[in-house]
């Protein structure tokens, strides 16, 4: 017996922390406030649907998120049992029939006798306990608490832009800049691609008659003056964007030459250097188009993107500023954060992170009422899982939680980008043996925090 713990939201993440808890013999409430309470974009009452995509993207273990798949089988991941058991054809993709999977799991809940379903909605932050799993579309009450608790690192994004891997860009055609020299980020930080009067016009007239993503009717186009998608800011005018996000005001080539007419920034996104944001380049493109326009940019021929851009409503947290590295709150000690609320984007990653609450918060509740694994004594008693290594597809997502700048920090989808870089001889060759090298080391170093996690 444990103490109870209480996990608030029934997606992914709130139902695979709960699952996770339950399996280390944690008696869990899991509240979930639909038939309450509806949000904008939720169709059916059942635990875990999803909303957007029935897919769960690349299973290649070759793949990040492949790599975090098998990752989540090999923990006892409830969420990737029931996508498998209802995986439909999609290639190399995992995709589901999202009924039958969002059932399948919403049974095994019920079924489970250390979880307590609650169909109530959560307007404030209890004690204890707790599990935070709302994703973006927290209510506007319990949105309100965590803002109270957080100030003003609660955000509400409507816009993400691409990111793409350093070593697939043409660094010959960029330059080393930064437009205002006295900021922190200090000079030569952005690598700049320069666009000629012709070159910017074509890439305007491009993003205007580019091929959108409808949006869902719970997305309505009210968006934030200083986050607008980039083809809205084109359709305003040729000019918009020389005077916003692509001006090339206090840029100097130190290459020489002609000054361009407008510059596209790239802003490192990792400490390690092996992504960089398009800075201003939040977009609701489709991905074909994202991949086709950008591309036409100056050294960014044969770019490779770690994440697409898109537009959607988000709620989520700074993490690196306000969780420690499982998960916690630092402010608010047994209060954890999963899901995209915590700062990752997508199905998986969102599942993931409730994963790792689950084993976070089941150890804790263990050591808070003594109840010890393996017959140790109280003065034994430690309340911390062990953390997975870095080398992992799940340490990777703790630790870009962790170490990303909190200035910039925007929910992220796994990547190698996010992954320590091989050293030696494993660093060289092409990237697609490099990925397969990476994830080879993570297959040999998650074994032994298996072990140590396991369920008793």
């Not at 580019?210 to 009717?217: G, Q, S, T, Y």
Request: aromatic fraction near 6%; charged fraction near 25%; glycine fraction near 8%.
């Amino acid at each position: 017996m444990s103490e109870r713990v209480t996990v608030i939201g029934g997606g992914l993440a709130g139902c695979e922390a709960a699952w996770q808890l339950a399996r280390r013999g944690a008696r869990v409430r899991l509240f979930e406030m639909r038939p309450e309470r509806r949000s904008p974009a939720h169709e059916t009452d059942d635990l875990a649907e999803l909303v957007c995509s029935n897919s769960l993207r690349s299973d290649a273990p070759e793949n990040a998120v492949g790599l975090l798949h098998e990752e989540m089988r090999r923990a006892g991941s409830l969420v990737l049992e029931a996508a498998d058991h209802n995986r439909v054809p999609a290639g190399s993709a995992l995709a589901v029939d999202r009924v039958a999977f969002a059932r399948e799991i919403g049974a095994r809940i019920a079924a489970e006798p250390n979880i307590e379903l609650v169909r109530r909605e959560v307007t404030e932050l209890p004690e204890g306990l707790v599990i935070l799993a709302t994703g973006p579309l927290t209510s506007d009450a319990l949105a309100a608490s965590v803002r109270e608790l957080c100030g003003d690192s609660l955000y509400f994004y409507d816009s993400i832009a691409p990111v793409v891997y350093a070593d697939s860009l043409k660094h010959e055609r960029l330059f080393r800049a930064s437009r205002w020299r006295s900021q922190e980020e200090g000079e030569g930080d952005y690598l700049n691609s320069p666009l000629s009067r012709d070159a910017y016009h074509a890439f305007v007239k491009e993003l205007v008659g580019a091929d959108k993503v409808p949006l869902h009717e719970f997305e309505k186009p009210v968006y934030f003056e200083g986050c607008l998608p980039i083809e809205v800011m084109a359709e305003r005018g040729a000019e918009t964007l020389s005077f916003g996000p692509m001006k090339p005001v206090g840029l100097e080539d130190p290459r020489g030459g002609p000054p361009p007419y407008a510059v596209v920034q790239l802003r490192q996104e990792d400490k390690a250097g092996s992504l960089y944001n398009l800075v201003g380049f939040q977009t609701k493109l489709r991905i074909g188009e994202q991949r086709r326009i950008f591309r036409t940019l100056p050294g960014l021929e044969e770019a490779v993107f770690a994440r697409f851009g898109s537009v959607h409503r988000n709620t989520f947290i700074r993490a690196p500023e306000l969780l420690d590295e499982r998960l916690e709150h630092r402010a608010k000690p047994g209060l954890h954060f999963a899901g995209q609320m915590a700062g990752v984007e997508g199905y998986v990653e969102s599942a993931a992170l409730g994963l790792l609450a689950g084993i976070f918060v089941a150890a804790k509740a263990r050591a808070r009422v003594g109840c010890l694994r393996d017959h140790q004594t109280s003065d034994q008693t430690s309340d911390s899982a062990p953390l997975p290594p870095a080398t992992t597809a799940l340490g990777a997502l703790l630790a870009h939680l962790r170490h990303a700048n909190p200035r910039h920090f925007q929910p992220m989808n796994v990547n190698f980008g996010l992954f320590p870089a091989l050293e030696g001889k494993a660093a060289r060759g092409p990237r697609k043996d490099r990925h397969v090298r990476l994830a080879a080391r993570a297959r040999e170093d998650l074994g032994s925090w298996l072990t140590a996690v396991k369920p008793a």
